[in-house]
């Protein structure tokens, strides 16, 4: 996953942009029927604090 995307050039982060980019490569992956890549951007950010809920309306997160 290359997080640099959705980083601005300033080099200023600001986190929840660049997960919501990480996000939309989950949904990238999930309208392609990709669990195995859904399942691991899911863990990668669970493993680091991000809760990632899917409900009927697409996916939400929050820190741990």
Same mark, same amino acid.
Request: no cysteine.
């Given at each position: 996953?290359?997080?640099?995307?959705?980083?601005?050039?300033?080099?200023?982060?600001?986190?929840?942009?660049? /997960?919501?980019?990480? $996000?939309?490569?989950?949904?990238?992956?999930?309208?392609?029927? &990709?669990?195995? =890549? @859904?399942? !691991? /951007?899911?863990?990668? $950010?669970?493993?680091?604090?991000?809760?990632?809920?899917?409900? &009927?309306?697409? =996916? @939400?997160? !929050?820190?741990?």
């Amino acid at each position: 996953i290359d997080v640099s995307l959705y980083l601005p050039e300033d080099g200023a982060i600001n986190y929840h942009t660049a /997960i919501d980019g990480i $996000l939309a490569l989950r949904e990238k992956a999930r309208g392609k029927k &990709d669990w195995e =890549s @859904s399942d !691991y /951007i899911r863990n990668v $950010l669970n493993t680091n604090g991000i809760i990632v809920e899917d409900s &009927d309306q697409g =996916s @939400s997160w !929050y820190l741990e």
